[in-house]
């Protein structure tokens, strides 16, 4: 959404943080249903890694070329639900 074709439409732009917290969960996911015997684990591990490699290929594209945290009017760092961190 920060793209820069799309600044001039935005009156206030803001950049949540939750990527330690979504990496951990989707960890918690692998693990939690992960088979029991050594060829399906780690099967299922790579098909994993497989996906989250893509998600996170894109996603640090677009941080790497938009930098949304330094240049959102608000940043909500929301790693700890219980604690979240707001900046501006």
């Given at each position: 959404m920060q793209r820069p074709e799309l600044a001039p439409y935005h009156n206030l732009t803001v950049f949540l943080d939750g990527s330690t917290r979504v990496?951990?969960?989707?960890?918690?996911?692998?693990?939690?249903?992960?088979?029991?015997?050594?060829?399906?684990?780690?099967h299922h591990?790579?098909?994993?890694?497989?996906?989250m490699d893509r998600y996170v290929a894109g996603m640090r594209l677009y941080l790497d070329l938009v930098a949304p945290a330094d240049t959102a009017d608000i940043v909500v760092d929301?790693?700890?639900?219980?604690?979240?961190?707001?900046?501006?």
């Amino acid at each position: 959404m920060q793209r820069p074709e799309l600044a001039p439409y935005h009156n206030l732009t803001v950049f949540l943080d939750g990527s330690t917290r979504v990496a951990l969960r989707r960890l918690g996911i692998v693990q939690q249903n992960l088979p029991p015997d050594g060829e399906s684990a780690l099967h299922h591990v790579l098909e994993w890694v497989g996906r989250m490699d893509r998600y996170v290929a894109g996603m640090r594209l677009y941080l790497d070329l938009v930098a949304p945290a330094d240049t959102a009017d608000i940043v909500v760092d929301n790693n700890d639900l219980k604690r979240p961190l707001v900046s501006q």
